[in-house]
């Protein structure tokens, strides 16, 4: 199955000792840019979960945040620092005796000042934290793929309908030529007629300068790869998979086609199909720059 490189993939867990919450979103991007934000205390579990979100994603810029909430005791200790607090004080009698002032002095208002009361905290989980927070990272990520597969389906869909509109202009421009070259060879024996009046017309000449005027605009080598390059785009998307790289360049080749069959043009009616394939293809770049 094709999938978009844009999703979203939401999931969370919740007990008596822990709350994790897993979010991944992702936007285009020409390889895999894994971005995963979480908490000081899960980081060295970062390269397993790493390995993990890279089971639902092969492009894109993707960013993975976690949260991670022990509600256990995390063994977190206060403590009281007298050197600081008796710095302070004694700070604050010289004030009050510089200045006059008699404002008390109490304990809370000491214990506002910064470094006077510390929090160590525990930052340490145990490891069999990890299977929790792979749980929740692996129903984020089949959430990711599956809202990523779904976006790919729709995509599919037009680039098919696109890929039709491309084979039917190929088609009606293959039929134009001959006309081209019939009505080439009606307009040169008008013109030799003209200037010759009644004198006997060298058909030989004539069908030789036809000869050069076909092969100069003949384009039969184009539509044949362009044909050939639409059967692909059929196959690669009916196929599935990480496309996107490979569809891109198929696309390249086939604006390359086209750009020589307008270079070839010298009518109005095929210049028109050219561009109209042109347009065409370039809606399809476009929307394979949203592949995976």
């Not at 020409?30 to 092969?58: A, C, H, Q, W």
């Not at 044949?224 to 692909?232: F, N």
Request: aromatic share 8%; net charge negative.
């Amino acid at each position: 199955m094709v999938h978009s490189m844009t999703g979203f993939g939401r999931a969370e867990y919740a007990d008596a000792d822990r709350k994790i919450t897993v979010e991944i979103k992702s936007v285009n991007h020409r390889y895999l840019d894994l971005g995963v934000k979480m908490p000081r205390s899960i980081t060295r579990f970062e390269p397993e979960i790493r390995n993990v979100l890279k089971d639902y994603m092969e492009r894109g810029k993707v960013d993975c945040y976690i949260n991670y909430t022990n509600l256990k005791s995390t063994g977190a200790v206060v403590k009281y620092d007298s050197d600081v607090a008796r710095q302070y004080v004694d700070h604050l009698l010289n004030m009050k005796e510089d200045l006059g002032l008699y404002e008390e002095l109490k304990p809370s208002m000491i214990a506002r000042f910064p470094d006077v009361f510390t929090v160590d905290e525990n930052y340490d989980i145990d490891d069999d934290e990890y299977i929790f927070i792979e749980k929740v990272v692996r129903e984020a990520g089949e959430k990711f793929a599956e809202a990523r597969a779904k976006e790919g389906a729709n995509l599919t869909k037009d680039l098919l309908a696109k890929v039709d509109e491309i084979e039917t202009i190929v088609g009606k421009i293959e039929e134009f030529q001959p006309q081209i070259i019939e009505n080439y060879k009606a307009k040169l024996h008008q013109k030799v007629e003209d200037l010759l009046g009644n004198a006997n017309i060298d058909e030989n000449r004539l069908i030789e300068e036809v000869t050069i005027y076909a092969d100069r605009v003949a384009i039969d080598e184009e539509m044949v790869r362009l044909k050939s390059h639409v059967k692909a785009v059929r196959d690669m998307l009916q196929s599935g998979a990480a496309i996107g790289r490979k569809l891109d360049f198929i696309i390249q080749e086939m604006n390359r086609e086209a750009n020589t069959t307008l270079s070839k043009s010298d009518t109005l009616s095929v210049t028109d199909f050219g561009i109209d394939l042109k347009t065409c293809i370039e809606k399809v770049r476009e929307q394979v720059q949203n592949l995976e």
